[in-house]
């Protein structure tokens, strides 16, 4: 297996569906840090079969709530000394802002440019929200 | 107090809030003369993303017999909006002209974005399939004025259940009031949505395909039309809109003091020899719709005939 150092302080985001590693990597605009990522595909699991994995050497504040639309399954593990001294589980948040995409060809948040359209969770579930705008369900 | 709030969807407004609108509306109806220049020197902005004659008229009419005036457009083509304005560019602007907005856009939402962007009170006229609250506005006026209360009735909706926004509003606004029971009547590919039926009470409402057999248990009959443009091919429309119209062969067991309602325009959903019965009142509800959006225009810019 490939060799990755361990963290003495950070974040590592653990048992990310194989696949969704990239997607919540460039979510957290990771692909722009100036300090020590890494993003490590297809790890063996005993859970999942197969997971992707991020390290993240730093103290940075996150948006964690974003991580459950994505994939909310996922851990994330604050890391002090070598030691994890928080865990996270995301789950999927009540109201997100300026991440989801409204799927109403006819919705006005296609055509007009606006930032943080409000999408409020509808059904746990199905994983659907709805627009704030249009009140279509769009599931992720 | 709704001085300076904006009218998206009929739930914005608490039932003592559309109560004081039809009061008021109820005393415009009585005496209009008190009413004629409330309105001096205030400004309308009548954004009309695209044609609709009918709502445009009704809410110009009501502004002017008010004493106000009225600037805007009645088709995006023809303004700043076909160069590429933003919705929110164009309402700030507005806003610096004008005291108060009507906007009717083919998208969903956009009346509520423009809302959000405004510092003047903001009312939808219809933004694509989505809400059209003065309509709904007018429905309940024209039922509290002409059945003298808005509970205790039974209400049957006939037509395109299923793809029909004004029917989706009236449902919701009237499940608010009290002893309400529906009558869905509709051919089965045109049934009214899950999502309605699931916000009523199992025992308010049943759903039948019969107009003659429901007939006499309404008090209220809301007829709508059944629109070309949800249909795939040309033999399922014409089939669909033939199923039901109304005639007075079919009014026959229908209670005396029923009332006959319709959003307007109709294709021939009602037989024209339904227009003489004097339970027809889709003319004077049209009619109530200017008062409605009268007494709307009053109560978002705060002003009333004493001031
Ligand atoms: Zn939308």
């Not at chain 1, 300090?35 to 595909?41: E, G, R, S």
């Not at chain 2, 805007?72 to 002209?97: R, W």
């Not at chain 2, 008062?291 to 705060?302: D, N, Q, S, T, Y």
């Amino acid at each position: 297996m490939l060799n990755i150092d361990s963290i003495k302080k950070g974040i590592v985001i653990d048992h990310i569906k194989a696949g969704c590693g990239y997607k919540i990597f460039k979510e957290l605009k990771l692909h722009k840090a100036d300090y020590t990522v890494a993003l490590i595909k297809n790890v063996p699991s005993k859970q999942l079969g197969k997971k992707d994995l991020i390290k993240i050497e730093n103290e940075i504040d996150l948006d964690f709530k974003v991580l459950g639309i994505i994939d909310p399954n996922i851990t994330i593990n604050i890391i002090k000394n070598e030691e994890i001294i928080d865990k996270i589980n995301v789950k999927l948040p009540k109201k997100v802002k300026g991440t989801l995409k409204c799927k109403n060809p006819r919705c006005v948040t296609t055509v007009e440019n606006i930032e943080d359209v409000e999408f409020t969770l509808v059904n746990r579930e199905t994983k659907e929200y709805k627009c704030e705008y249009c009140d279509t369900n769009t599931s992720i | 107090m709704l001085k300076g709030r904006h009218l998206i969807e009929p739930k914005d407004f608490s039932l003592e809030e559309l109560d004081e609108i039809f009061t008021l509306a109820e005393e415009i109806i009585e005496n209009p003369r008190d009413y004629l220049e409330v309105c001096k020197g205030k400004l309308l902005g009548s954004l009309f993303y695209e044609p609709s004659t009918r709502t445009r008229f009704s809410f110009e009419a009501a502004m002017l017999r008010l004493g106000g005036q009225v600037v805007g457009f009645s088709e995006a083509g023809s303004s700043s909006v076909s160069k590429g304005e933003s919705i929110s560019d164009t309402i700030k602007t507005v806003g610096c002209y004008t005291d108060i907005a009507v906007m009717r856009h083919p998208k969903e939402g956009a009346p509520k974005l423009a809302s959000k962007n405004s510092d003047i009170p903001v009312i939808n006229a219809g933004d694509g399939g989505h809400q059209h609250p003065t309509q709904t506005l007018t429905d309940l006026l024209t039922i509290k004025a002409l059945k003298k209360d808005l509970s205790n009735h039974t209400i049957g909706l006939c037509g395109d259940l299923m793809f029909g926004r004004t029917v989706h509003s009236l449902v919701k606004a009237m499940s608010r009031y009290e002893n309400i029971k529906f009558v869905f009547i509709s051919p089965p590919e045109l049934k009214i949505p899950d999502y309605i039926k699931n916000e009523l009470k199992d025992n308010n409402y049943y759903e039948t395909s019969d107009i003659e057999a429901a007939i006499e248990d309404l008090d209220i009959l809301y007829m709508t039309r059944v629109q070309r443009e949800r249909f795939l091919n040309e033999e399922e429309y014409l089939r669909l809109k033939n199923s039901y119209i109304l005639n007075n062969e079919k009014l026959k067991n229908a209670k005396e003091d029923m009332i006959i309602m319709h959003p307007l325009p109709r294709v021939n959903e009602i037989h024209t020899e339904v227009d003489n019965d004097k339970r027809a009142v889709y003319f004077k509800q049209a009619r109530y719709g200017m008062f409605v959006r009268m007494a709307l225009i009053m109560k978002l810019l705060g002003v009333d005939k004493n001031a």
